[in-house]
């Protein structure tokens, strides 16, 4: 119980710091970020060697089986460079209590096609390696808009160090803060409830690689001038303050699977 006790403090001060730096991300310039009150179950599969497209063709025989059961189909994308893993899947969940009621568990029991269990036994022939890791990030809404037209994903995925999560986090919106005054857009941010080892992670939606990259006709002092307004001292303070705050950190970057 007493565990349990602060885990949801530790939920309820995020939700708390989340609404204090959507204010002052708007104040400062940054379109203002969503509250983390929506749950997402993320799944990373590394596939076993020589079956990626097998298990790309299996996620999706399995999305006719997601939609007959009424819930949302996850978004998802395929890794070119980076991490270990192939895919990452985001599954919309709500809530623990949403997701995990009578009426939804009983429409997938019901729902056409092979039965999880059978999925398992397909998936397990498949992959090598999985992780599972349940956040909290912005509303579906804005997580669907972000995926629209979109192609090519950033993910940068965090361990802090003792105490820092919460600094961590505001390191996080500073720096998207600074992305929008020069021109990039606002990355989603997702923050750990339960499972993988992972503090939060970032998720940027990109139109493709040229739009990842790019950075825009900016001058050193509109560059200065943005990484002020952020909160930082220079453009070049950003990256070795973010790891004055991190134990562990991972990119991957990929595409939309078609």
Request: glycine share 8%; proline share 5%; charged share 25%.
């Amino acid at each position: 119980m007493r565990n349990r006790s602060k885990k949801t403090s530790m939920v309820l001060l995020f939700l708390t710091l989340f609404v204090f730096l959507s204010l002052a991300a708007s104040k400062a310039g940054g379109p203002p970020s969503a509250k983390p009150a929506y749950l997402y179950k993320t799944t990373f599969v590394r596939a076993a060697p020589g079956k990626l497209l097998e298990l790309i063709a299996l996620y999706k025989s399995r999305m006719a089986v997601i939609n007959e059961s009424g819930d949302e189909q996850p978004l998802w994308w395929r890794h070119t460079q980076g991490d270990q893993w192939d895919l990452m899947l985001l599954t919309p969940m709500g809530s623990y209590a949403e997701y995990y009621s009578k009426g939804r568990s009983a429409r997938r029991d019901k729902a056409a096609g092979p039965s999880q269990e059978e999925f398992v036994r397909k998936l397990n022939a498949c992959a090598s390696w999985r992780e599972d890791i349940f956040v909290f990030g912005p509303p579906i809404e804005t997580v669907k808009k972000a995926f629209e037209g979109t192609a090519y994903y950033h993910i940068e995925i965090f361990v802090s160090l003792p105490g820092k999560q919460e600094e961590l986090f505001k390191e996080r919106e500073m720096e998207n803060v600074y992305a929008v005054e020069t021109g990039r857009p606002y990355n989603m941010i997702f923050v750990r409830d339960q499972g993988a080892a992972w503090d939060l992670f970032t998720l940027g939606c990109y139109r493709d690689l040229r739009h990842w990259a790019g950075t825009g006709d900016l001058s050193r002092e509109q560059r200065e001038a943005a990484a002020r307004k952020a909160g930082f001292g220079s453009p070049d303070e950003i990256g070795p303050y973010m790891r004055t705050l991190i134990d562990m950190h991972r990119d991957t970057m990929g595409v939309a699977i078609k």
